[in-house]
């Protein structure tokens, strides 16, 4: 993950700058970050758990959103605007979608690591869902097969809740009955 900028900009300047750019844009703590266009194997991997979480949720309450979609991050402490574009969202609380955007947390966030964002999303981005209070975020990284799922303990911290390379069937915390065979996923 790159950032755009090297300088801080404010809310309404980097909505102006995602008016006139076709780049993927994040914004966090103030920097633009931009997203590099996924490999190939990442877009085979985001359909194939896109196939398998939306399933599951065929029927329940709950929407599954893949990026492009950006999510403002909102938090009862939090005064900073957060933007961020996870590569897969789980979403059941329909009060914060706008026409552009959701505004406000979902419960689950799938992010598939590149070579080139690797800390973005196992640093920054888990701390960043943590503090806000995403559910459960899981990191799939295409160069180990592994699927890691982290959920929030009653002390609002990350755990790692279960974890598979390989072979095996990877289980959310947060939804009873979705599980995902990591076979299928990264073959």
């Given at each position: ?50 196939l ?30 957060k ?82 390379i390989d ?21």
């Amino acid at each position: 993950m790159n950032q755009y900028r090297k300088d801080p900009v404010s809310v309404e300047e980097y909505f102006r700058i995602r008016e006139s750019s076709d780049e993927l844009l994040e914004y966090i703590d103030g920097f633009v970050y931009m997203s590099p266009s996924p490999s190939t194997e990442h877009q085979r991997i985001s359909r194939k758990l896109e196939l398998g979480i939306g399933n599951f949720l065929e029927g329940k309450s709950c929407e599954l959103f893949h990026a492009p979609y950006d999510i403002e991050l909102i938090g009862k402490e939090k005064q900073d605007t957060k933007i961020v574009i996870p590569d897969i969202s789980i979403i059941c609380d329909k009060s914060g979608f706008t026409d552009a955007r959701y505004v406000g947390v979902p419960d689950l966030i799938v992010e598939i690591l590149s070579p080139s964002n690797q800390s973005h999303d196992l640093i920054t981005k888990l701390n960043l869902y943590m503090n806000y209070g995403v559910k459960e975020y899981w990191i799939v990284n295409p160069m180990l097969n592994s699927v890691t799922v982290y959920a929030l303990n009653d002390e609002n911290m990350y755990e790692q809740y279960d974890m598979k390379i390989d072979t095996g069937e990877v289980k959310s915390k947060l939804f009873n009955g979705l599980r995902i065979d990591i076979s299928y996923v990264f073959n």
